[in-house]
């Protein structure tokens, strides 16, 4: 391990410029004459996923299947071949995860090697679990058996043998979850702070099974007289197992920002929907001119969004709810937020 260097500053600093450096000192693992001649893999043909997600509406109807991947090119593979199964409306990858916005319910896969090697057969909700059948040829067929049977969270799973010529399918059991949407701004001052890195924090700290941390994305807003710098606001994406595990995860982020945020005029609002649409308008105004706080909070009443702090920043942070997963764009000055196709797209 590597090890911090603390610098003291004397009390009186020189007017001449100087460049302070922290040189930080990192123990590289040499390879021993053992690790070059021999290399011993326990499962060599699996890459399991860091996570498999189920976030559904509130009739069931719909579920958004994220992947959180270990090997992004695999993932991206799936990416290309999974979009072409009849349930998936619209695939898309942020980052390392991969996100299927599909019809719950049951397919017939018509399977190609090269073409379509691979897809989500079935996603099915059963009370408070999510069963989801993949199938897959060759590399494929073990990416929907054992790379995705071993992913963190995974409750029960069943598979065929896979590799090489096979075509093979397996099932995996998750928690079903609802999607929960935190927004936050002005929690910076004109001398320290930025709320996209406190908020991401503390969201990394409140990661958890029960509550687990999917996304981060900052949106560019109208830029009023207030603002700090940039005028951004942020939403966190949670997906959430119960009720419980919503009421834990808001109360604690509300402490920690309390604790940390150096504003009096922090906003914090939180939203439980799977589309969060009720807000498109409002935020596409928040992004090209002033909204003013009363038209924010009568807004907030009608889609009922929770309001935990009220300050001016209430203003950006209702307006970045629907920003959810689209960091790409939600960073884009002026860009429209538009509605979540329901049919398929190519």
């Known amino acids: 391990m590597g090890f911090r260097q603390t610098i003291i500053l004397p009390l009186s600093i020189p007017r001449k410029k100087e460049v302070f450096g922290i040189t930080k000192h990192i123990n590289a693992c040499a390879l021993d004459n053992r690790q070059t001649e021999e290399i011993n893999l326990n ?7 860091r996570g498999i997600y ?3 509406d509130a009739k069931n109807e719909y579920a958004e299947i994220i992947e959180h991947s270990n090997c992004y090119s695999g993932a991206a593979w799936s990416l290309y071949h999974y979009a072409k199964a009849p349930l998936i409306l ?9 996100r299927y916005f599909m019809k719950t319910g049951t397919s017939k ?3 190609k090697p090269s073409v379509a090697a691979a897809g989500i057969e079935s996603v099915i909700v059963q009370g408070d679990e999510v069963e989801i059948t993949y199938a897959g040829l060759g590399g494929g067929g073990v990416g929907a058996t054992r790379c995705r049977a071993f992913a963190d969270g995974v409750l029960r799973y069943r598979i065929s043998e896979s590799g090489g010529e096979r075509c093979a399918k397996g099932t995996i059991v998750v928690p079903r979850r609802d999607r929960v949407l935190i927004g936050i701004d002005d929690t910076d001052s004109k001398d320290v702070g930025a709320t996209w890195t406190l908020t991401h924090n503390i969201a990394r700290e409140l990661d958890c099974q029960e509550a687990v941390y999917l996304s981060h994305a900052l949106v560019q807003l109208f830029p009023v007289p207030e603002k700090t710098q940039n ?9 959430c197992v119960d009720e419980n595990a919503k009421l834990r995860l808001v109360s604690s982020f509300k402490k920690a920002l309390e604790k940390y945020s150096a504003s009096k005029e922090t906003g914090l609002v939180v939203l439980s929907d799977f589309y969060a649409k009720g807000l498109y308008s409002y935020s596409n105004r928040c992004r090209t001119k002033r909204v003013s706080k009363e ?4 807004c907030a009443e ?19 709810l629907p920003w959810f997963g689209r960091p790409e764009e939600s960073i ?3 860009t429209e937020i538009k509605p979540m196709s329901m049919e398929k797209t190519s």
Do not use: Q
């Open 295 to 298: 038209d924010t909070l009568r």
């Open 302 to 320: 009608e889609n009922n969004v929770e309001v935990l702090l009220s300050g001016n920043g209430v203003i950006g942070a209702l307006a970045s």
């Open 231 to 239: 005028c951004m606001s942020t939403v966190l994406e949670f997906g």
């Open 332 to 334: 884009i000055p002026g």
């Open 109 to 111: 896969l018509e399977l």
């Open 54 to 56: 189920a976030v559904c």
């Open 43 to 49: 499962d060599p043909y699996t890459v399991p996923y």
């Open 90 to 98: 619209k695939a898309r990858s942020t980052g390392n995860m991969i």
